[in-house]
Structures are given as C-alpha cells and as structure tokens.
C-alpha cells in the first residue's frame, strides 16, 4: 500500500476543521445559522479523515465488493490517546438496503488490530451512516437497551465527524464489527460459527457467500464468520465437518420447533433460551423490520453448545419508521411476524410461543430486567442526551444531505416549517410519542402475573390446528368449524369461556378447553369471548377474527368479533390477555387460642381463600369468623381485598375428661395428679379440661375438686 505523507493528513485535517465555518456562512442568513448552530465551527466530535487517490467513483461506489486502499487518522477526541495517526486501512463501502444512497456507509480494515476508543483490538471498523433515521440515535440507544437487560456482545461504538479526501461527509457512528474476536463475540471451538439469517429474495447476494438453507423452512444462513477457515482451508476435511455439524443442528432444532407436537424440553436443551427471551423483546419494542429477514444474527461454539441469539444489528428503521410494515403501537409484532411484514421471514418466534414455558420465561424476564431497562422516560433521556451530544454536527449533517425524516420524506419537501434543528425535534417529538403508546402496551402484556392463553382452531376437515398462545394469529382455514381456548399458568380465580355465533344463534359459552361447535357443526361468522372470577378483574381478554380477506376490529369480554349473520366466515382469530389492574398481595392471617394457629397466607387480593377446619383434640371446631367475639355467621370462603385475620372458635369437649375418651374416670385423676406434680407436661386440650375450678390455673385444688366430684359422682355447677 501506498504511503501518504503525513504532511498531507495535516493539510486535510486542517481543511476538515476549517470546513464547518464555511459551510455555516453558505447559510441563508444569519439568523438561520445562528438558530440552526452552523455557526460553531467545531461539534465537539472526534474527527475521522481518510484519505485514498483511487477513484472512489468507479471502484467502491459502483460496487461493495470493491475495496481501495487508503489512509486513515482521528483527531480531537476528548481523551488524546483515542487519536490516531496515519494508518493503513483498506476502505469499501458495506449495506444492503442502506447501499447506494446519498450517504454512503462504510467498512475500513487497518493491516493489523488497533483498538479505537477503548472498544478493543481488532482491524474491522464500521462506519453506519443512519442515513434513514432522522433522529440519528436509533441504532445507539437500541444498543445500550441491549447491553442493560444483559444481551452479550452488543458493539461498541461512538460519534465521528467523517471526512474523506478533505470533504465531510457528515456524522457517522464508529462501530465494532459483529465478528468473531477475542474482543468481539469470543468463542474458541473449531467449530465456533457466526451465521446470519439472511434473505431468499436476494439471490445474487447468497450467491457471493457461504450459505445453506434449512430443510424445514429453506431460509438461508450465511456463515458470516468461522474459527475455521471455510472458504480457503487448510483442512478442507475439518471444514466439511464445521458445516455438515452446523447444518445439522440448525435443521434438527428447526424440524423440533415446527413439529406438530414440538416436545419444549428437547427444543430447550438446544437454545439459549434468555438469548431469544432478550432477542424478541428488543424486536417487540422496537419493531425492527428486518428481524428474522435478514441481519438477524445467531453464533454457536460447536460440540456441546446451544444456539445463541445476537448479537444486535440494523436498528434505523425502527419504532413507526417503516409505514408500509404494520407498526402500529399494540401489535403484537414477532408472533406474527411474516403477517406484519412479507412472505420472506420464518416464524420462529411464533412456534416459540405454542410452549407455556416459553411464555412463562418471557414473563419472568419482563418483570426481572426488561420493565425497568424499557421505562418510557428512561428511552426519552437517552435520545435527547445523545441528540444534545450531538446537535451542531447533526444539524450540519442533515443541511449537508438536506434531510426531513418526521414524514419518511428523505428530500426536504415542503412539508414542515422552521430550522433544521426544529425538524430534528418534531422527528423525535413523533418518535417519542410512537415509544410511549408502545411501552404502554407492552406494560400491560408481559408480567410474572400473566397467565397464558392457549387457543386453536378445528378444521373440519383435518381436524385440530395447532394451539397458539396469546397474540398469535392461528393457523389460516376456510374451513373452520370450531374454537378451543384455555388458560394455562394462572395465579387467579377465574376461567375462560367461548361461544361462536352465525345465522343469530350463538352457541353456550364452554371453557376448560372444551371445543365449541355450531350444532350442526358448520363454519361460523363471529366468535364470543369473556373472563370470570378475579381473572376478569385483573385482565381484559381482546380478540378479533379474519373473514373475507381482512381483520376486523379488536373486541374484548363478551361482546361479538366477526358478524352474527353473513356469508363471511371466520378464517383464522387472535386473542390476547391484557392486564388493566395491577396486582396487589394480601396476607390473611390466622388466631385460634388453643392449639398451634395456622400460619399467615399471602395471596392475590381478589382470589378466594376456601377455610379448613382446625383440629384440636379436646376441642370442638366451631367455625372461622371476621371477630374476635365470633359474632354473625361463620365463613365457609371469602375474597379478601385487604389483609385481614380471622378466628377459630374452638369448644373444650367435655371438663374433667383430661384423656379425652368421652368418660370422666380414675384414669383422668391419674392423669390430673401427673400435671399437678409436673411429672406430665399437659397439651392445651388436656390443661382446659383439668382446670377443674376454673381458676385458669392446674394445682392442689383441681385434684381436690376432681377427687370431690368423683367421690359424689356428681360435678358442683
């Protein structure tokens, strides 16, 4: 490689400083420039210069398999020991649907390992471009959520000003490479391998790499990156062993998970469950378009590994970026996943939720880590801070590429008035209030609390479809003839029950997993659907149907989704269970003064506490109550909204009867005169009945008492 004077880098670093200045008096007025802060002539942003004499216009722009060789430095950052001085690099250009626009993203590669900004030694570099994200910071703060709620290997990055051959070309996000490193995904088995789901439309892309499809779905991985060197080997016996392991294990796990009775335990021994658990609720928040299409990524360390899930990638065009996709704000997005988007993904999420294990899983991790990471306010800061960061060179930038992005309009249009800073704003304003709806959803359909709701359909023809869980689309039929819906995991009082209707008749409603059926068994135009006991409290059950060829609208506790009359019938449904009351713990407590008491229960408020009686030998059970004097009527059961305490009104059996065998006997004063001497330590039965004279006190003067009344055969009242 040629190398360039640094001479040269000087005079570029100087022209890039100087740049900014220039740029802000091509401002139309001063007013503009001071209100749109090109005024400043430095953002603050270390300063990324390459410099390469190839002609970038016929080599690298004309295709990403081109690479040119070239020179790179940073200057300015906040810490001096981040800057760089003149290194080797090769550059090409790098993305699939972000290749080719106006801002181009990059790839630089150093001749040996540099560590950049503390993020670790390696030679590839990425530098995105977020060309579609108005905000900017979609991708970091997607990011950092993946690190906090525990996500491995997430990539590092940082803020640059980005020149080449001394004309900026705007801000860019300096990142890690997903790789395999030993400051990247560290995995050590010869058999270690980074793959990428990537997509079947793009054939001429496959074509270029090392891909397999699986047998059960056909959707390609590419082996982004080996520990074995499967594209030149040296032992081409070892890499022929990495794939056909690798393949074989991607379509034994994959055929498990589509098959009709999917065993969980297996399908767990082979996953890092948490990984998926984190993966879906990254997507769910964020509604990533290309989740399961492409750049989703997976890594697996050979013999004696599970498969994992990440790390995270390609995060611009998120959270009601993509309108032509359904990301509306209570969408139930990865279930349904080639439903909301196009025929090109795999429903591996979808198969993950028919397990109630799975579901449970992902409940427990809502509550343990996700809830906290994804508060609403929490998101906000991280944007506005990072926007504030970065808010000179970000105004620069879009007036560089004269960007709008608040209407997915990527040319200014006369769309929107202001500065270019107010058009940032209004961008993010929407972004922000499209994350609040979103959280609020997910807020009130994931919690240790939440039941899952199992359903599927009866094809008349073929009989019982698979069962999904809540927020699933079922299995699509014209032939549909029956429903069956159960609530599995509950903590709460309460069922489901399912009615369908056509021609006016509405069925009974059944629960318990019965299937509902018209009773000439034919295919029917609505369904109805509603919760009972404390379930209903806690929970809404919201439900829709799919007939002649759309959705209708969502429907909840017992009111028709589809139609009661009509020729469409019901093709497919999807129900969910979403919480609308927080949960609240009470502790019901227990006092009987004889005997051992009960110990407290702690239970959901609302649910039904059955009473059992209390056994004390020498005592009759008379009952639980609400008070201490046993007044009114004793409870039998009771939903306690609040702590509470009840009492056993216990009655001794018989005075004088200290064995209690119903006789009063020499054998009871035998007994009497072991507790007076203490010899016998008596139980609290056999105490009442020996306090022959109702001093509270077992003495001298109960044996005498006892001795009296036996002598006379009578009992003094």
Known sequence: MKKYPKAIVSVLLIIAMLLPLTTSIAAENSEDRVSAGLIQTNSELPTLNIYSDADLDNTIYQS???????????????????????????????????????KWAYQIKFDSKVDLFDMGKAKKWILLANYYDGTFVRNKVMFDLGKEIGIPYVVESVFVNLYINGEYRGVYQLTEKVELGSSRIDINSDYGVLLEMDATNRPAELAKEIYFQTKTTGKPFVYKEYNTDLEDPDDPELAAEVMAYTENFINTFEAELYS?????????????????????????????????????????????????????????????????????????YLKNITDATDE??????????RHPEFVARVNEMYDETIREAFKTEKVVKMFRDY???????????????????????????????????EQIEFTTNTLIDWLTERNQYLETAYGKYHPTLLYSTYDGTSGAQPAYSGGSMTYSSSNITGLNMSIENSQFDGEIKYALSKNRETTEFVSGGETAKLSDNSRFTGILVRLTGNLSKHFDVEYRVYRNGSWSSWKSNGDRAGSATGSAYVERIQARLVQKKDVENVTVSFVSTVGTSPEPVTMIAGNTITFEPLEVEGYEFGGWYA??????????????????????K??????????????????????????????VTPTDAQYAAADVNGDEKVTALDLFEFKYRIARGTWRS
């Open 627 to 648: 008070n201490p004097e046993f007044s009114g009527e004793p409870l039998t059961s009771i939903n306690p909204s609040s702590d509470m305490t009840f009492y056993a």
């Open 64 to 102: 990403k398999d081109n690479k040119v060789d070239a020179s790179a430095a940073i200057s300015g950052a906040e810490d001096p020991k981040h800057n760089l001085d003149e290194s080797y690099v090769e550059l090409k250009t790098r993305g699939n649907t972000t290749w080719g626009v106006m």
């Open 650 to 679: 216990m009655t001794l059996k018989m005075l004088g009867d200290v064995d209690g065998n119903g006789n009063i006997n020499a054998v009871d004063l035998f007994h009497l005169n072991l507790f007076v001497k203490q010899i």
């Open 387 to 421: 926007q504030e960061l970065l808010k000179p060179a970000l105004i620069r930038n879009h007036q560089k590429y004269q960007l709008v992005f608040h209407n997915r309009s990527y040319i200014v249009e006369d769309v929107f008035s202001g500065t270019m800073w």
């Open 344 to 353: 090109y993904r795999v429903e591996w999420f979808k198969m993950l939720f």
């Open 260 to 332: 009709e009775d999917a065993d969980w335990d297996t399908i767990a021994s082979m996953i890092d469950v948490d990984s998926f658990v984190r993966f879906y609720f990254i997507t769910e928040l964020s509604m990533e378009v290309d989740a399961t299409y492409s750049s989703s990524y997976f890594y697996l360390d050979g013999p004696g590994d599970v498969l994992h899930c990440g790390p995270l990638w390609d995060y611009d065009r998120i959270m009601g970026w993509d309108t032509s996709y359904d990301q509306t704000t209570n969408a139930d």
